[in-house]
């Protein structure tokens, strides 16, 4: 039972990570109703600008303290990161207003690429550590309860806290407020939503900055792990699967989408792995989002998909 526990909080954890990554894609999805294949290299790009910036404030402005340069350094990536999403609705989306969803998706294909090469270009290419102070020892929980007790990462419990916690901001945010409102009008019919008087293109950059900064969240939890790499773009792969689960329209399925494939992975390469010789939580994620494309396109909390003839 200890050993069962100790998988299924993993694979919580790890799916609470996997739907930050998702809820980037699913917000620039309900605003302009493309899906978004830059934002595995927003994810990289703003990993990149912490690492970066924490190495380089303290000598700019001659600090000691970690924390204060950490917040500095992260301050400055949410500005960028502003600045990047405002010059993408300047430079491409204004353009491209009631264009073909396939345009808009090549578009965001032309941003990862210049991204990829922008982030690298400014911050370098070699492979970065990310220090906010984070646990990394292991501790027993349930010591009492369980013989050995179950063996939790510190580091796995702070990444999935910070990252349930801005998942929940940013549920009530888009849920409960007007520009949650404004972002299904658009994401419905841009031109009908400009008749109404919804600035399009606030919307726009609104949406693109908060994805900006759910991928720079992301980046620092990675790359706190990990380390920034370019390999760092791979992680929106993750996410795929999580969205086809959840929906592509749905915040909350982009959650529980999340954590069944954080969980279905971890179980699956505990209790099946060894029958088929491991190695299923690479591709479990994968076969299970080829299922639900099958029997529920639409995924479990997505709008029914209803053709017009």
């Not at 998988?7 to 998702?22: E, Q």
């Amino acid at each position: 039972m200890a050993f069962f526990l100790e998988a299924l909080l993993g694979g919580l954890m790890a799916g609470m990570l996997y739907s930050l990554v998702a809820l980037g894609f699913v917000l620039i999805y309900k605003a302009s109703g493309v899906f978004n294949f830059a934002q595995g290299a927003m994810v990289l790009f703003a990993a990149l600008a912490m690492a970066r910036f924490s190495g380089w404030v303290p000598g700019w402005l001659g600090i000691e303290d970690k924390f204060l340069g950490n917040l500095i350094a992260f301050l400055m990536a949410g500005a960028l990161m502003f600045v990047l999403a405002w010059l993408i609705e300047r430079l491409v989306l204004r353009h491209l207003v009631n264009q073909e969803g396939v345009t808009l998706l090549m578009a965001t294909l032309g941003i990862t690429y210049f991204l990829d090469g922008l982030g690298q270009t400014i911050f370098g290419s070699d492979i970065y550590q990310i220090d906010v102070g984070m646990p990394k020892d292991p501790i027993f929980l349930f010591e009492g309860v369980f013989e050995g007790g179950v063996l939790v990462n510190l580091e796995d419990v702070y990444a999935a806290c910070v990252a349930a916690l801005l998942v929940m901001v940013l549920s009530l945010f888009f849920q409960k407020t007007s520009t949650g409102r404004a972002l299904r009008a658009v994401a419905d019919d841009h031109q009908a939503a400009q008749s109404i008087g919804i600035p399009l293109n606030r919307i726009w950059v609104i949406v693109w900055f908060v994805a900006g900064i759910t991928a720079l969240v992301a980046g620092i939890i990675w790359g706190s792990k990990l380390g920034v790499q370019f390999s760092l773009t791979t992680v929106a792969l993750r996410a795929l699967p999580v969205i086809i689960l959840g929906g592509l329209t749905s915040v909350p399925g982009a959650i529980i989408g999340g954590l069944i494939i954080g969980v279905g992975e971890k179980l699956s390469e505990v209790y099946l792995g060894p029958y088929v010789g491991g190695g299923i939580e690479i591709w479990f994620a994968y076969v299970l989002a080829l299922v639900f494309l099958l029997f529920r396109p639409q995924g479990l909390f997505g709008e029914k998909i209803i053709d017009r003839v």
